[in-house]
């Protein structure tokens, strides 16, 4: 049997993208592989980001805001970053086979009407959608 492949997606604040690539992972990779998320700076879930990942029928509402110290010395296969702030901020992860950069735009955007944000969100949510399931076929 194969091993799981682990990887771990990092944003600044694992409230909106890194969270829903953790669920679009899962819901592509099955049991390949072990998914996790976490921020540099952490702020909780997003409810915007569960609403659209509910409406693609992908329940992220259990996933957890987690601090990325937590992972620090642990074995992954790939490390994601998906925003630039992650990316000059995230510690180094010598443990990990890959580390890849995959930014996708913010749609926690502030004073937006909530028409425009709810279409951000969506947008971002098929971007990762269409990028998780690209990467997936590749492991």
């Not at 949510?125 to 269409?130: F, L, P, V």
Request: aromatic share 8%; net charge negative; glycine share 6%.
């Amino acid at each position: 049997m194969t091993e799981r492949k682990r990887i771990l997606v990092l944003c600044t604040g694992n409230r909106c993208r890194s969270q829903m690539a953790e669920g679009w992972l899962r819901h592509f990779a099955g049991d390949k592989a072990e998914i996790f998320s976490a921020g540099t700076q952490p702020k909780g879930l997003h409810p915007m980001a569960v609403k659209v990942m509910n409406d693609a029928w992908i329940d992220i509402s259990g996933q957890t805001s987690d601090h990325v110290d937590q992972y620090i010395g642990q074995r992954f296969d790939l490390v994601i970053t998906v925003c630039d702030n992650a990316k000059e901020a995230c510690p180094t992860f010598s443990n990990a086979g890959k580390v890849i950069h995959r930014r996708f735009d913010d749609p926690d955007a502030h004073g937006l009407s909530p028409d425009t944000l709810d279409a951000l969100f969506v947008r971002v949510r098929d971007e990762i959608r269409d990028w998780a399931q690209d990467l997936v076929s590749s492991l």
